[in-house]
Every structure is written in structure tokens, then in C-alpha cells.
């Protein structure tokens, strides 16, 4: 057969191309991928609507307040839309001028970092199908955003992957930075997104946001816990008004898939530029961009982030050229073999998965954060002064709970504090991640985060109950209640995916004196303690032998990663403070195994930023987290600046930046009014650091200076 290295060309020379190359073949035809759904398009003509701010251009996205809808209890596609960009943008950055918005970064910020008058609309096309196997049970959302400035004669591609357990726009903030270069964006929601099955009315949402009865939905619901007509009807009867949301109930342990889920939007992103611009041949597309002549970066953050690591890993095809990640959270495996050193001074405990290390943030944090050490740390104040409704000592009981469990010794409140402080830092976190404990402790991040993944992993059903925790809005006295039908209607847009979120709480259903919030529950001597057994259960699914952990454990084996990038150049950016996701459970570890795994093939690169940390967004919150701001520099300057980066290298054959500590400067200042950042506080990435910053990384060891 004769064989023709076809390079894209326009379509105008495609003809000749094609008889110099015999001709098409079925091969070069492009299909359609079999696991794609109807696929719904719209074009946005960057005035009036647009696919990066959904019309409220830069001024519109700044605005605290999200857009109303005509009717709250029935908002429109268009209108959830519009909301979800508002609220998924705003949740993932510092929308603080001072904080950078509008200088450092934002729609206004054009691809070349310079600062622009303009909204920052961006005019295109927005394709959007489920991939799904026939099933109906499955229906993960991709979309590509294709701009008006894609240009095919110098294709791109850019993977915005939804983060934590949001739904598809998760990760537009990412996706801004692909827009702005003229590169479609391929995202997808890997089988998360904040809209329930309200179990009660038995309704669900359809992958537009809006909602519908499960029976009228059938195949088509986004989500739907899959439960028949007897089960859905006990289930009510025992425990009413409760919710399922995907990630955590779908039973398809989805983090499995994040990687190949991600491949499917990139796929996606192909057959969409294909039908587009591809050469014509017979009336039919044929495949003119691919691999060999498209940019296609894999990117996003935290489980955005880790999905992009597993897409690459799982690249059989060459889909991906490199990959641009930041605070990915990364599922190491079991027996990594790799050892991390900080200043010289190996940390012992590395590598844990994310169900492990949570779990364990969950049963000490609250108590960590009563610590002396760390009294002036943000909220650390008002933690310590009781920090519930009705003043109960849920956080000094949490650490009296822990002592009688045989866990804390400590004889003084202050001592167990510290001593549940200390725990946390042998067991990964950064000294630098303390002043960062009470703030997530008081947002139930750890709890949220645990429950969520104890249940994907474990396969559970909503009606398993897993530890006892289910998911409702409750009262002010924390008994459960009925939610608002207006946040329901609009969770779509407003909801994260893991409760507690938009009026849905983390519900105990074993307290005392009935089933509530978790965080106000009482146990069976009618203290509380923040739900202790709840937390020791969660913990013993990862550490003990019985079935139910057993089953976690299995599942968690499925999402662990190889270290094997397939060569492909990789920049992984980290804030070194990130209490979320610890970077020597993460990237440090993982940049070990990589080289371990690769070895001279590696072409791995790690960029740790000192004060900075999981959560940008906290530190345009100045008058409810003061001392974020005057602490923590925003980490998604370093992802865009390691998107350059990897750009410049696949278009234009520039080296990447070596592995390094970026030592940024903190704005300092008066917590809550520290002054503006400048480019002083966050200085551009070296190529070639400095000894005192460059990081190590040999066969199986990462070696990280202080």
C-alpha cells in the first residue's frame, strides 16, 4: 500500500494533496466518536453573549453578585449558562483588583499579558454532547468552545477539565487562557457537576441545567441515582427530602475515567475542528487536523489537573502533545518507591492518596485548629471562640473526642490542639500549610471532600448511607429541612457538586436527637463533637480489613497512576502551602516516580511557588478571611505563565524552565487591606534558577531546597 505523510493544508490545495496521495481513504473520513450524544451548538457573537464571560464581559464577572433570572423557579438554559460561567469563574480566582484581576490576569488581559481597555468577550462556537456507552448512566458532559480566531493553518488545542467536583464549565478560568490564544478548549465534567436528583419529587437535570421529572428525562438526565420505584419510595419514607449528586452516587467511581474522559473531549475537540475545517473530499470531512500537525495541551487544575496527568498517561494514541497542570491532585501508587527530601531532610510520609490523607485531615483539623501556635492565623479567631450556632464547643469537644478514642494524649485543650497539629505535619502537610487549617476547617472542606470520594470509591448507592451521611438542606436549628425551590432550580449553576453547597448540607443521620447537619449533630452521650464517629468510620475505610473498606480500597486501586507520561514535556505548577492537596502526597512524589519511571525519556518539570495556596479564591475574600490577602499570592499567575511556557516550546522550540522553587513576595500589609500586587510579588519563572531554587529530581527522588 502507498504509504503519504500528509501535513494539514488548507482546503483550497486539498485536492491536490489527496491525488498526490492516491486519493481518500475511510480512514481520513471523520466520524463522529460512537460514545457521543446528540451534539447541541451554539454561536456566540462576542457582544451580547460570548463563550468565555457569557456577555458580562470582564466588569460583569467582577461583580460579587451573580445574574438574576427572569423567573427563579424556572431559569432558561441560556440563563444557567450565563450564571455557571459567573459563579465557576469567580470560585477558581482572586477577583480583587488589588488582588491582580484586571493587571495580572482576566479577560481583559490579552495572550501577550498586556493590559487591555476591552471587556475581554470572546465570539465563537460552543459544542456540547454526553459521552456516554448506551447506557444512559454514565452521560459525561463534554464541550468545545471553538473561538471566532481559531486559526487552522496553526491549530490548538488547550483541556479545561472541571475541577473539584464541578460541572463543565469548572474550568472556564483555565479554558480563558486558550481562548485568548485563538486554541478551541475541550472540557469535560468527568462525571461530576453541583445538580442533584432531588430524591423527594423525584426530579433530575438534563445537561443544559434546567430540570425535569426522571421519567420525562429517561436516558437523557445528566444525572439520576438509579434507583427503582420500590427503592426510591423507602428511601423517601425513612429519610426524606435528601439529594444525590453525582460524584459522590453515580456508582461508576468516576475518577477512574477522569483520564479517559478527558481524551473523549479531546477527541471531541478533533471531530468538531474536522467538520469545521477539514479538506473536503467527496462532499465528506476528511481529518486534516490530527495529531501530527495540531498543538494540543493537556491542562487545568487540581482534579482537573490530576485528570490531565492520567489523560497523558493513558495517551495511546498521541493525542496530547504536553502537558501544563496546576495543584493536580494525583493518586500516587500504592508502593511508589520514591523518596522526597526538603532542605536536605527526607519527609517520612509521602504519596498518600486523597481519600487517605483527607480522611485523616478530617478527624484532626478541627481540633489542629484551636492550636496557640496558630492563633493569629485567618479565622483562627473565631474558631476558637466556638465557632457553631449557639456557641457549642464542637471544635474542644472534637479534641476530647480524639483523647477518649486513644488518639490525642494531650492533657490541656491548648496541648491536644498542638499535638493534633503536629500530627498533621507528620503526616505531609508543609509547615507552611498551618495558618491555612483553621480557615478549611471552618468551611467543612475535609468533611465535604470525604464523604464525596468515600462514596465514589466505594461504588456506594445513595441509599447505602454510607457512614451514616446523606445530603440535605436543613434548618437553623440544623434538623433537616425542606431547601428553597429557587436553589434548587438553579444549582446548576450555583452548586460545586460537594455539599456542603448552595443551601445543601453534610447531613448526620445518626445524631441523638435525629438526623442534621453534621457539623451541629450530637452523638449517643449527646455531646458535640463534629459527628467523631462519622469521621473515624470514614478513616477506617482506608485503613481497615472489614468489607466496606475493603470495597473503598479496591476502588481506589483503579485511580492510582503510573508515573508514565509517554515523553510528553510537562510543567506541574504547586503552591507549596496548599493544605488541600499537600505537594508531598502529590507533585513532589510524583515528579520522583516520573523520573523513576522514564528516566532519561522524562521531560518533566516542577515549579513550586512558595505563599501560595489551594485556593485563590479565598484570598479575594478580604472581609471574611483577612490574612489571606497579605499572606498568599495567586497561583493561576504561574499556570498561565507555565502555559506560555509550554507553548513556546511545542510552536516554537523554546526550552522549558527548569525545576525550581519560585520564592514569590507576600503583599503584606494590614490583613483584610493588604496593598495591591505588583510583578515584584510574583517574579517571572528562571530558566536556569539559581542553586538556593533548583529542585532535584533523579531516578526515584525529588530533593526540593527550603
Known amino acids: 500500500m502507498k504509504t503519504c505523510i500528509r501535513p ?22 471523520n466520524t463522529k466518536p460512537a460514545y457521543l450524544g446528540a451534539i447541541k451548538t451554539a454561536s456566540y457573537d462576542g457582544g451580547s453573549d460570548d463563550l468565555l464571560t457569557a456577555g458580562l464581559g470582564k466588569t460583569g464577572l467582577a461583580s460579587p453578585l451573580a445574574p438574576a433570572y427572569a423567573d427563579p423557579l424556572k431559569p432558561t438554559a ?5 450564571t455557571a460561567i459567573h459563579t465557576n469563574y469567580r470560585a477558581m480566582l482572586d477577583m480583587t483588583a488589588d488582588g491582580g484581576y484586571g493587571t495580572l490576569y482576566g479577560p481583559n488581559v490579552d495572550a501577550q499579558g498586556a493590559v487591555t481597555a476591552g471587556e ?19 452521560n459525561v458532559t463534554l464541550m468545545v468552545q471553538v473561538p471566532a480566531s481559531f486559526d487552522p493553518k496553526k491549530p490548538c488545542v488547550i483541556t479545561a477539565t472541571a475541577s473539584g467536583s464541578r460541572g463543565v464549565y469548572g474550568g472556564i478560568s483555565t479554558g480563558e487562557w486558550g481562548l485568548k490564544r485563538g486554541c478551541a478548549v475541550a472540557y469535560s465534567d468527568k462525571g461530576t457537576g453541583g445538580a442533584p436528583h432531588d430524591l423527594m419529587n423525584d426530579t433530575v437535570p438534563l445537561i443544559d441545567g434546567t430540570r425535569t421529572t426522571a421519567a420525562a428525562a429517561g436516558r437523557d438526565a445528566a444525572f439520576n441515582a438509579g434507583l427503582s420505584a420500590a427503592e426510591l419510595a423507602a428511601f423517601n419514607a425513612a429519610t426524606p427530602q435528601r439529594f444525590a449528586f453525582k460524584h459522590a452516587h453515580s456508582g461508576q467511581n468516576a475518577e477512574k475515567d477522569w483520564g479517559k474522559t478527558t481524551l473523549q473531549a479531546v477527541e471531541f475537540a478533533y471531530y468538531v475542528l474536522n467538520e469545521r475545517f477539514g479538506a473536503l473530499d467527496n462532499g465528506q470531512r476528511l481529518k486534516s487536523l490530527t495529531p501530527a500537525n495540531t498543538i494540543v495541551i493537556a491542562s487545568s487544575i487540581s482534579n482537573g489537573g490530576g485528570s490531565a496527568i492520567a489523560a497523558a498517561e493513558q495517551d495511546t494514541q498521541g493525542l496530547i502533545t504536553g502537558v501544563a497542570v496546576s495543584e493536580p491532585a494525583i493518586e500516587m501508587p500504592a508502593n511508589p518507591g520514591v523518596t522526597v527530601q526538603r532542605g536536605g531532610v527526607a519527609v517520612a510520609v509521602t504519596g498518600k492518596p486523597l481519600v487517605d490523607f483527607t480522611t485523616y485531615a478530617n478527624l484532626y483539623q478541627p481540633c489542629a485548629a484551636l492550636a496557640p501556635s496558630i492563633s493569629s492565623s485567618p479565622y483562627a479567631a473565631a474558631f476558637g471562640a466556638g465557632f457553631a450556632a449557639a456557641a457549642l464547643p464542637i471544635a474542644p469537644n472534637r479534641c476530647s473526642a480524639l483523647v477518649a478514642a486513644g488518639l490525642l494524649s494531650g492533657g490541656t485543650l491548648a496541648a491536644q490542639a498542638e499535638e493534633s497539629l503536629q500530627k498533621l505535619r507528620s503526616y505531609g502537610w508543609e509547615p507552611e500549610s498551618n495558618d491555612l487549617h483553621a480557615s478549611l476547617a471552618a468551611f467543612e472542606v475535609a468533611p ?3 464523604v464525596t470520594f468515600a ?3 466505594s461504588r456506594a448507592s445513595v441509599k447505602d448511607h454510607l457512614c451514616g451521611f446523606s445530603y440535605a438542606a436543613t434548618t437553623a436549628t440544623g434538623a433537616v429541612g425542606p431547601l428553597a425551590p429557587a436553589a434548587l432550580a438553579g444549582m446548576f449553576a450555583s452548586g460545586n457538586g460537594v455539599p456542603p453547597s448552595s443551601g445543601v448540607q453534610l447531613i448526620n443521620n445518626a445524631g441523638k436527637f435525629g438526623a442534621g447537619r453534621d457539623l451541629l449533630s450530637f452523638n449517643a452521650a449527646g455531646v458535640a463533637d463534629w459527628n467523631t464517629a462519622g469521621a473515624l468510620c470514614l478513616r477506617n475505610l482506608v485503613t481497615g480489613t472489614d468489607t466496606a473498606a475493603k470495597k473503598l480500597q479496591a476502588g481506589l486501586d483503579e485511580t492510582r497512576r503510573n508515573g508514565n507520561l509517554r515523553g510528553k514535556p510537562t510543567l506541574i505548577v504547586h503552591g507549596r502551602a496548599d493544605a ?21 525519556a522524562s521531560k518533566l518539570r516542577y515549579l513550586e511557588v512558595t505563599n501560595a495556596q489551594h485556593f485563590d479564591s479565598f484570598i479575594g475574600l478580604p472581609t471574611v478571611l483577612p490574612g489571606y490577602d497579605t499572606r498568599y499570592v495567586p497561583l493561576h499567575v504561574y499556570l498561565n505563565r507555565a502555559l506560555d511556557a509550554m507553548y513556546e516550546h511545542l510552536a516554537n ?6 525545576s525550581q522553587v519560585v520564592r514569590t513576595v507576600p503583599r503584606g500589609g494590614v490583613p483584610g487591606k493588604a496593598p495591591a500586587i505588583t510583578g515584584a510579588n510574583v517574579p517571572p519563572l528562571a530558566m536556569l534558577p539559581v542553586a538556593g531554587n533548583a529542585i532535584a529530581i533523579t531516578a526515584g527522588a525529588i530533593a526540593i531546597p527550603d
Open 78 to 82: 441560556a440563563e444557567l449558562r450565563r
Open 653 to 658: 522550540g523554546k526550552a522549558l524552565p527548569a
Open 455 to 457: 462514596n465514589s470509591l
Open 448 to 450: 465535604a471532600v470525604a
Open 580 to 600: 488541600l492537596l499537600p505537594v508531598s502526597h502529590t507533585s513532589r512524589p510524583y515528579a520522583a516516580l516520573n523520573s523513576k519511571v522514564e528516566g532519561a
Open 8 to 29: 494539514f493544508v488548507p482546503a483550497a490545495l486539498a485536492a491536490a494533496v489527496l491525488a498526490a496521495c492516491g486519493g481518500g481513504s475511510d480512514a481520513d473520513i
Open 120 to 138: 475581554g468577550k470572546v465570539p465563537g462556537t460552543e459544542y456540547i454532547a454526553f459521552a456516554d456507552d448506551g447506557s444512559g448512566r454514565q
